[in-house]
């Protein structure tokens, strides 16, 4: 089946934020940039003429051809504790991100994107461009008219490989994962205890071997400000769920293994069970006890946006 098919087939069926992204010549190609990237650099300031340099930034842009985009990065230093929840202000200056639709203007070189999920609530529904240069696999991007900027901020990125010899598993789990709704279970009883939705969220899976996850929830109401006061993010905080890590996958099971997140924090290790019946997963916790001694356990659905044809980059 030819690319320009499967494209318009997942959008068809997804109902994705944005149009396709076509081949077009140029000095590079939309599907150039289809892959997982993760970060190298951050400059910011770049307006003052005098940027600083992040040192040892950590961050994952994925991008596939069906038009879907997701961002996490963070400037915190691996030295020092993140404690987003008692720090809020500092980490709406230090973590970033964002999932939903882009767009390629080859001409001008800019992509611009639509948010569907992010970090910030102001970004949520929001559209903001970027330049872009790619060289092979390096990929620096410029803010252009987006929030929280920090003074113009340029990011470098890095292609990841394909995993080699990509299993048929692997390639059923690999794609873009909407949230639909989640569930809290008694598995004493079989009674649902809760049911509950989010605000546009996602969990992508990627043939390069990550993971990332925006899960904000609903109803956050957007800043008052550009800059957040300290109650505007920890109330955007609260309920937050998001991180990018290292992903392994078994029959049934995949880890996520927690390399940058506002929550949980980085080192933690996730081990959820999956099915996956057609366009459908549902990913279940580890069972817990509560405190009458039944065993409850949470039930994510999500619906598939794109797979793993889609993810793949162009043969080179």
Known sequence: MKRTLVVSLALALSGAVSAPIARQAGIASPADLVSTWTLTSIERGLSSGKPERTTNPRGLLILDAAGHAYEFFTTVSRQLPETPQTDPLRAFASYGGFWGGYRVDLAQKTITFKAEGAISPSVMGREFSRTFEQTADRLTMTS???????????????????????????????????????????????????????????????????????????????????????????????????????????PGQVFHNVLAGLSPGPGTTLRRFVEISGSEVIVRFPPATNQQGQRTTTLVTLRRLSGAEDMLPRPR
């Open 144 to 250: 252009g008219d987006e929030l929280h900027a920090q003074g113009g901020t340029r990011w470098t990125w890095d292609r990841v490989p394909t995993i080699d010899n990509l299993s048929p598993l692997y390639r059923q789990v690999v794609g873009f994962w909407q949230h639909v709704v989640e569930k809290r279970v008694n598995l004493t009883t079989g009674a649902v205890l809760s049911e509950s939705t989010r605000a546009p969220s996602i969990i992508v899976y990627t043939p390069g071997g990550f993971v990332g996850v925006h899960f904000p929830p609903l109803n956050r109401k957007p800043f008052a400000a550009e800059t957040p006061t300290a109650d505007e993010a920890g109330a955007a905080l609260r309920g937050y769920v998001g991180y990018f890590g290292a992903l392994t996958v078994y």
